[in-house]
Each structure stands twice: as structure tokens, then as C-alpha cells.
């Protein structure tokens, strides 16, 4: 690489920080984005960009992997929750059958050919709006079946109380997804029967536990620019930041009031993933559902940007996901390697 294009290079990260204001804890110091800040990061230059992101991304993840996590539904659709893009929704007609939790023998036949597969963490989700005292009790089950492989664990419920919370760690649980999803501002545009609100308590319930986060959004709901903008300030300002940040690609399902949106452009999706990762230095940015209609090419735009994180499989909760094989091969061609299983997960 010529030394004067280097990443690594100081000045090239000299810019972004223009953009902050420091915000002083007395835990550790963070750094507080104002949408407007965020924006002018979305609007720069796409090779700029893609500069900048790449320096924080070096500079914070010099091993460069890739991680990839498995995701099962272990409870899938009849959700009363009316999310437009979700074709698990009760309220919608996609065509998803609801079904019962899934047995336990069979989330730990999965959990096992994910990790043969390669995987280093396995994400268990349920169409709930949010789960019962048993629900807790039967998941925890499964958590501390999942645990023992010696797989990091997570999982995707619904809205969660502290002390729910705390009974998922108790198990063993190391993750708990709960996606913002968009700004603020656009929310009510996308599900009317929970509130912002809300989520952020589950998301403080969760800290509040000890159990990481993971939390991202989609893009291509319809959403205005300044939307994306308020999702990742809102995403980079939660404190500290989530551990995951999984930004997905809207895939429109026939029968969800989103079915019709226009598709993303692909280098829109880059330059989010690149302003997730500058906000977000050390989190794993993960590419998530709709990462099969980005191609191969948009994908090495994407870990050049900064993501780190793959859902690995067949499957992606209801909707299609890049086969393992293929994942591999791309990998194997960018010259990328899967990142290793973390000893004591
Ligand atoms: S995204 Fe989750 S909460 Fe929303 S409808 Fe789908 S399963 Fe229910």
C-alpha cells in the first residue's frame, strides 16, 4: 500500500473528531453525537469516508476478523406487535405461520451445527411482544443449554423488565438484541404499538443486569437522511454504546405495510456502516438481514467501511440469508478470517 494512503495514518482520523463534543462521566469519559454531526459524517465525500473509517476501524480491530453469529427462531410469528417491516406480525398477512417454542433437543441440534459451522455465537429469537415469567424460565433453559457448548449466547425477546433481565444472566446469557430500529423522529411511522420510550428501558434493564447489548436498526423504511442520522447518534449516545450494532438492509415481505418501500442504495448502506463504526469504534458492526441482496462487492465495500460482524447461515429469523459456504468463499477471496471463539463464553 502506498505510505502516504496509509489508514493508519493520525490525520486521517483528525476529522471525524471535529465533530464531537466530549461529554465527561465520572465512570469513563464518553463522547456525545449530535445528529447534525452525524449527518455531516453521512455527507462527506464517499471515499473520505471510507478513509476515515477504515483508520478507526485499524486502529481499534487490528486483527481484522470477521465474526460470525447464528440466529434461530425459536419462536416465530403470531407477535401483536404491528412493526412494518416484520412479517412475524399477527396484525399482517405474510403468510407466517406462529409457532410453539421451539423443543430444547432442537435448539441444541442447531446451536451444535452453528458451531461446527463456525460460529462463535449463537442469537435465539421470539416473536414476543414480551415474554412471561415461564417464557423467561423456558429460555433460560435453553441459554444455559446453549452456554455449555461453549458458545456465546444472545437472544431476542421483546421487552424485557430488570428483573427478567437479571434471570437471563443468571443463566448465562451474554448478549440481549433489542433494535432501535430507526430515529426517534420516524418511529410511530414504523410501529405504533410500543413506544421509543420503551425500548430504551429494556435496553437499560439489560445494562442494568450486566448482560451486553446489541442494537442497530434498518435502513430503508422510508426514512429521510436526517432519520439515519438520529438512529446512529441515538445508537453512539447510548452509554456506553452497544457491544453489536447490527445494521440491516430493509428486505420488503409481501403483506407488511413496508412491502412497497424503495430499495436502498447500496453505497448509502456503505456510508452507515462507515459512520457506525466511527462513532462506535469498538463495537462488532454487524451486516444483517438483507446482506443477500448486496452482492459481493458491496459487502468488501462494507468491511472495508468497518463492519465486522456477519449473521452466518441459511436463515435469518424468517427471511433468506447468504448460504455458510458462500460466506466462506467470500471471506476466503477478501483474504478475511473468521474471528476465533472466545475462550469462557
Ligand atoms: S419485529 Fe419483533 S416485536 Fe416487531 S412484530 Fe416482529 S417479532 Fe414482533
Given at each position: ?153 444472545c437472544a431476542t425477546l421483546g421487552m424485557l423488565t430488570p428483573a427478567q433481565a437479571q434471570a437471563l444472566k443468571a443463566s448465562g446469557l451474554d448478549y440481549y438484541n433489542h433494535n432501535l430500529d430507526t430515529a426517534p423522529e420516524y418511529y410511530q411511522d414504523v410501529v405504533s404499538t410500543r413506544q421509543y420510550q420503551d425500548r430504551l428501558d429494556t435496553l437499560q434493564a439489560v445494562r442494568g443486569a450486566g448482560v451486553k447489548v446489541c442494537c442497530g436498526g434498518i435502513i430503508g423504511m422510508g426514512e429521510a437522511p436526517v432519520h439515519r442520522a438520529g438512529l446512529l447518534a441515538q445508537l453512539a449516545n447510548l452509554d456506553p454504546y ?104
Open positions: 500500500m502506498n505510505q502516504a494512503l496509509s489508514p493508519s495514518a493520525p490525520e486521517a482520523v483528525a476529522r471525524p473528531l471535529t465533530f464531537l463534543s466530549p461529554k465527561a462521566t465520572s465512570a469513563r469519559p464518553t463522547q456525545r453525537w449530535s445528529v447534525a454531526g452525524v449527518q455531516a459524517l453521512l455527507d462527506l465525500p464517499f471515499l473520505d469516508l471510507l478513509w476515515q473509517a477504515q483508520a478507526v476501524h485499524r486502529q481499534h480491530w487490528p486483527a481484522g476478523d470477521i465474526e460470525l453469529a447464528t440466529l434461530l427462531s425459536v419462536k416465530t410469528g403470531g407477535c401483536p406487535e404491528n412493526c412494518g417491516y416484520c412479517p412475524q406480525s399477527a396484525q399482517f398477512d405474510t403468510g407466517v405461520a406462529a409457532q410453539k417454542l421451539l423443543p430444547l433437543d432442537e435448539v441444541l441440534a442447531a446451536a451444535r451445527a452453528a458451531r461446527e459451522a463456525g460460529a462463535t455465537r449463537f442469537c435465539m429469537g421470539a416473536a414476543w411482544r414480551a415474554p412471561k415469567e415461564r417464557d423467561i424460565e423456558k429460555m433460560a433453559e435453553r441459554i444455559a443449554a446453549v452456554k455449555a457448548l461453549g458458545l456465546e449466547t452497544p457491544e453489536s450494532v447490527p445494521i440491516n438492509s430493509l428486505v420488503p415481505v409481501p403483506g407488511t405495510p413496508l412491502a412497497g418501500s424503495a430499495p436502498v442504495d447500496p453505497l448509502d448502506f456503505v456510508r452507515v456502516i462507515a459512520v457506525a463504526r466511527i462513532t462506535m469504534p469498538r463495537a462488532r458492526v454487524r451486516l444483517s438481514a438483507g446482506r443477500q441482496q448486496l452482492g459481493d462487492a458491496v459487502q468488501a465495500l462494507c468491511f472495508l467501511a468497518g463492519a465486522n460482524s456477519i449473521f452466518h447461515g441459511d436463515q435469518l429469523l424468517v427471511t433468506g440469508n447468504p448460504e455458510a459456504e458462500a460466506d466462506e468463499r467470500l471471506l476466503q477471496r477478501l483474504g478475511l478470517r473468521p474471528a476465533a471463539r472466545v475462550e469462557g463464553a
